[in-house]
């Protein structure tokens, strides 16, 4: 027989079928004719998969949609110079966990191709309204439906007035039209085009339908001397955008709560051009202050000089010197929660040279170091203002527990996060670490021993922990 049609099948076998055919990179009609081929052939039926029953009040779209829990997205490529960013999207969401199909509108195969899009995918690409093995069973209606989210990268001029008028002539805008979840619109044009009236108008419409959009950048367009509002937002923008419409809103338990956090080393002049520092990085501090405000914490972080990015809604107070951040850190207060990770320098020049030292024939000069205060043991005694929970770092090279038991004592914080830094553990600079959380019980000391991690890995544990020790301690 040249064609299937199979009619009144209950919606468990359809999305059985459907999520089979997808699986395999074929339309259900040629997946029927398998599993039919199997059956004759004696292989074992097919049994029905978990989401061939109904779904249960109150799972999330993803669930519905995906039993293993993995989001999924339709990307729809349209036709600009920009849609070779639309193969890094591809990419990009794969590296976060999402599955994407895509489909590619007429133009948008001048750009790239259907290879390209199924090989970075995994999973075949649709192209035509009226292919006859996706549209045995609606496939613009499937592909709107069995996901969880749209985005269109790029998202021409053309298509966003499609979409804002209902036009439904190809099959990028049936999907378009006939969806039922959240868009995400990247949109990428000329300048002129994205300043037309017409345009502004369509996104305008857009934005009142609820459609979401990210972008256009500022920048060089790909005409000659051309530039202006207009350029794709980059992919891993564009990922970040679609991941926080996917994911649910993460806790923040630290909502409602101050946290200060210093970072980074401190430089101790010794004349205007020469100093005393260290090699801290300021990443495992910058790393906390970025989980404590994704945690929904009002986050300061004061930091020497180091070459990092400000963590974003954090507020960040640069210093240069050990008295500079001590002063920056007692403003700041008060506090529910300070956290000491910067390696601030034990010691200074006593009497600063007010001009560069020279080399004389007096020999080497003599550098008297006066030592520099303590920021943790200053603010851990303090008999007021002083936060409910102190946290210190041990960066160590040699008997990393003993001295932080003895540091903890000493310096009358709460807890002591100790961590090798010595050359060969790489954690000076570099992007891991191996840390030991020790925290006090009246004389007894507890100590965490975690396994290697990211920095970024560590701030969240940290950050986790502390959460439950504010919520367990208000």
Same mark, same amino acid.
């Given at each position: 027989m040249a064609s299937l049609t199979i009619r009144k099948l209950d @919606?468990?076998?359809?999305?059985?079928?459907?999520?089979?055919?997808?699986?395999? /990179?074929?339309?259900?009609?040629?997946?029927?004719? +398998?599993?039919?081929?199997?059956?004759?052939e004696g292989s074992p039926a097919p049994t029905a998969s978990p989401a061939s029953s109904p779904a249960p009040a109150g799972r999330t779209a993803i669930e519905r949609n995906n039993p293993a829990g993995q989001a999924s997205v339709t990307l729809i490529i349209g036709g600009g110079?920009?849609?070779?960013?639309?193969?890094?999207?591809?990419?990009?969401?794969? =590296?976060?966990?999402?599955?994407?199909r895509c489909v590619l509108t007429k133009a948008a195969q001048q750009f790239v191709t259907p290879l390209s899009a199924s090989a970075l995918s995994h999973e075949r690409v649709y192209m035509d309204l009226f292919d006859p &093995?996706?549209?045995?069973?609606?496939?613009?209606?499937?592909?709107?439906? =069995?996901?969880?989210?749209?985005?269109? !990268? %790029? #998202?021409?001029?053309?298509?966003?007035?499609?979409?804002?008028? &209902?036009?439904?002539?190809?099959? #990028?805008?049936?999907?378009?039209?006939?969806?039922?979840? %959240?868009i995400l619109l990247a949109p990428a044009m000329n300048p002129l085009m994205w300043n037309n009236a017409a345009t502004r108008r369509n996104v305008m419409q857009l934005r009142r339908d609820g459609v979401q959009m990210i972008g256009p950048n500022a920048g060089e367009m790909a005409e000659s001397n051309e530039a202006g509002v207009g350029r794709m937002s980059e992919a891993v923008e564009i990922a970040a955008a679609a991941i926080d419409i996917l994911r649910p809103p993460r806790p923040r338990p630290l909502a409602g709560k101050r946290v200060l956090i210093t970072a980074g080393p401190t430089h101790e002049a010794i004349d205007p051009v020469r100093y005393i520092a260290n090699r801290s990085s300021g990443k495992q501090g910058f790393a906390i202050a970025a989980a404590a405000q994704a945690a929904g914490a009002d986050v300061t972080l004061v930091t020497g000089p180091v070459e990092l990015r400000d963590p974003g809604g954090v507020t960040v107070i640069r210093v240069e010197s050990a008295r500079d951040m001590l002063h920056r850190v007692e403003a700041a207060l008060p506090a529910d929660v300070a956290i000491f990770a910067a390696a601030v320098a034990?010691?200074?020049?006593?009497?600063? &040279?007010? *001009?560069?030292?020279?080399?004389?024939? $007096? /020999?080497? %000069? *003599?550098?008297?170091?006066? =030592?520099?205060?303590?920021?943790? #043991?200053?603010?851990?005694?303090?008999? @007021?203002?002083?936060?409910?929970?102190v946290i210190g770092f041990a960066a160590?090279?040699?008997?990393?527990?003993?001295?932080?038991?003895?540091?903890?004592?000493?310096?009358?914080? @709460?807890?002591?996060?100790?961590?090798? +830094?010595?050359?060969?553990? /790489?954690?000076? /600079? &570099?992007?891991?670490?191996t840390v030991h959380l020790l925290t006090r019980d009246g004389? =007894?000391?507890?100590?965490?021993?975690? %396994?290697?991690?990211?920095?970024? *890995?560590?701030? !969240?544990?940290?950050?986790?922990?502390?959460?439950? $020790?504010?919520?367990?301690n208000p």
């Open positions: @919606d468990g076998i359809k999305s059985y079928l459907r999520l089979r055919s997808a699986k395999n /990179g074929r339309s259900v009609e040629e997946e029927v004719r +398998v599993i039919l081929r199997e059956y004759c110079i920009a849609a070779f960013k639309s193969l890094e999207l591809i990419r990009r969401l794969k =590296e976060r966990h999402v599955d994407v &093995g996706s549209e045995f069973d609606a496939g613009h209606i499937r592909l709107a439906r =069995e996901c969880d989210l749209i985005v269109v !990268a %790029p #998202a021409t001029a053309d298509l966003m007035a499609k979409m804002a008028n &209902g036009h439904a002539d190809d099959l #990028a805008s049936a999907i378009l039209l006939a969806a039922d979840r %959240p034990d010691w200074r020049v006593a009497n600063e &040279g007010e *001009q560069k030292l020279k080399k004389t024939s $007096a /020999g080497t %000069p *003599q550098l008297a170091l006066v =030592e520099n205060p303590d920021i943790l #043991a200053t603010i851990s005694k303090l008999t @007021d203002k002083r936060p409910p929970l160590e090279t040699e008997h990393l527990i003993d001295n932080a038991k003895a540091k903890i004592a000493r310096k009358g914080c @709460d807890w002591i996060v100790a961590n090798d +830094v010595s050359p060969a553990s /790489g954690v000076m /600079g &570099g992007d891991r670490n004389e =007894e000391f507890n100590v965490d021993s975690w %396994p290697v991690m990211t920095k970024e *890995q560590v701030a !969240a544990e940290l950050v986790a922990k502390i959460a439950k $020790a504010v919520e367990k």
